[in-house]
T-cell receptor, first 113, second 117 residues
Framework: QKEVEQDPGPLSVPEGAIVSLNCTYSNSAFQYFMWYRQYSRKGPELLMYTYSSGNKEDGRFTAQVDKSSKYISLFIRDSQPSDSATYLCAMSGKAGANSKLTFGKGITLSVRP | GAVVSQHPSWVICKSGTSVKIECRSLDFQATTMFWYRQFPKQSLMLMATSNEGSKATYEQGVEKDKFLINHASLTLSTLTVTSAHPEDSSFYIC?????????????FGNGTRLTVT
């Protein structure tokens, strides 16, 4: 079993839809959870950064972490064509300079106008 | 926000030559930088951890003599792909965390696309 599993996609939704992206993991040592957005031929851009379990909201984005189930989610409300990108979940047991991120495989999202 | 700059953004080289990729933290100091590799439609795979003033730590399966890492200052790390071969063609991405913040997330550069002919 891989340490981090992410739905492979791709995912296509109409503009305005609510998007739900998910990852599961097996390593109970993971404490820090991130979602990155990556446009084609660009580096990953940090979207959400959470510590331990709980919810975090930033504009149209909401990140949820359920450590008991080893499950994290990213919700995108009122999706826009500009949200079309690859979304990567990432996690680590430590933060900052000590972090070694383990990434999911990424899911490509397409938002249709 | 923290900005990480990578240069060049793309490079084409001939088989057998060496290529150097630079990673700079523009507005913060980074004692640690990370180098990743990404193949098409694949996730990021950590290659090595670059530590300022000391030797890099390589992940299992990554040849340290082929992928030379130098982290000479708190704002610059370089990755040199030596004697490049076509199978080294990939997207190389660096990341860094703010040294003064123990729980800051990693910020990534925009990557370098290497094509070896």
């Amino acid at each position: 079993q891989k340490e981090v599993e992410q739905d492979p996609g791709p995912l296509s939704v109409p503009e305005g839809a609510i998007v739900s992206l998910n990852c599961t993991y097996s390593n109970s040592a993971f404490q820090y959870f991130m979602w990155y957005r990556q446009y084609s031929r660009k580096g990953p851009e940090l979207l959400m950064y959470t510590y331990s379990s709980g919810n975090k909201e930033d504009g149209r984005f909401t990140a949820q972490v359920d450590k008991s189930s080893k499950y994290i989610s990213l919700f995108i409300r009122d999706s826009q064509p500009s949200d079309s990108a690859t979304y990567l979940c990432a996690m680590s047991g430590k933060a900052g300079a000590n972090s070694k991120l383990t990434f999911g495989k990424g899911i490509t999202l397409s938002v249709r106008p | 926000g923290a900005v990480v700059s990578q240069h060049p953004s793309w490079v084409i080289c001939k088989s057998g030559t060496s290529v150097k990729i630079e990673c700079r933290s523009l507005d913060f100091q980074a004692t640690t930088m990370f180098w990743y590799r990404q193949f098409p439609k694949q996730s990021l795979m950590l290659m090595a951890t670059s530590n300022e003033g000391s030797k890099a730590t390589y992940e299992q399966g990554v040849e340290k003599d082929k992928f030379l890492i130098n982290h000479a200052s708190l704002t610059l790390s370089t990755l040199t792909v030596t004697s490049a071969h076509p199978e080294d063609s990939s997207f190389y991405i660096c990341s860094a965390a703010v040294a003064s913040s123990y729980n800051s997330p990693l910020h990534f550069g925009n990557g370098t696309r290497l094509t070896v002919t």
